[in-house]
């Protein structure tokens, strides 16, 4: 079983649950995190409520990576120090602040929500995924979307009952 992380359609800048874009959720005293290379700040790129993740789990992960130089900064090497994540715990209510310098936000902010596919690997899950009659995809023209995001929190509900 693969777990993917599943656009839902966008969300407020400071929305509390998973996302990618808008502004992290911190506890008051945590400072923006630089990269080591550039020494710029890191672009905020997702927080994940491990609650969402994995049901009875508690925390906040929140993922930066740089982009102030593209390719320069090894920002997909787990050691460099291009990038970082972060756990927060039931403090991390307050949006910090945004740094004046360098790439720091994406542009628009999207909700998450979780699909389990069955599978073995992300590839494999992607393209089932993608497959489905009705699965949403952020290509697909806005009829369509919408079609396949009512039909996505349909099957949502009748999961919970
Ligand atoms: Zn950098």
């Given at each position: 079983m693969v777990t993917l992380l599943i656009y839902a359609g966008p969300?407020?800048?400071d929305a509390s649950g998973t996302r990618t874009g808008g502004v992290r959720l911190t506890p008051p005293e945590f400072e923006w995190?630089?990269?080591r290379e550039c020494e710029g700040p890191m672009q905020f790129l997702a927080q994940i409520c491990l609650a969402d993740a994995d049901p009875g789990s508690t925390g906040l992960l929140s993922?930066?990576?740089c982009q102030n130089e593209p390719g320069l900064c090894e920002e997909w090497d787990a050691a460099t120090g291009g990038n970082s994540a972060f756990v927060f715990g039931s403090d991390a209510t307050r949006?910090?602040?945004v740094p004046d310098d360098g790439v720091t936000l994406l542009d628009e902010?999207?909700?998450i929500g979780f699909a389990q596919i069955e599978g073995y690997d992300y590839l494999g899950a992607r393209d089932r995924w993608t497959?489905?009659?009705v699965g949403p995809c952020r290509s697909a023209w806005p009829g369509r979307w919408s079609a396949g995001v009512a039909a996505e929190r349909r099957?949502?509900?009748l999961r919970r009952l």
């Open positions: 969300a407020a800048a995190p630089r990269c993922v930066f990576m949006a910090a602040p902010t999207s909700a497959a489905r009659p099957d949502t509900r």
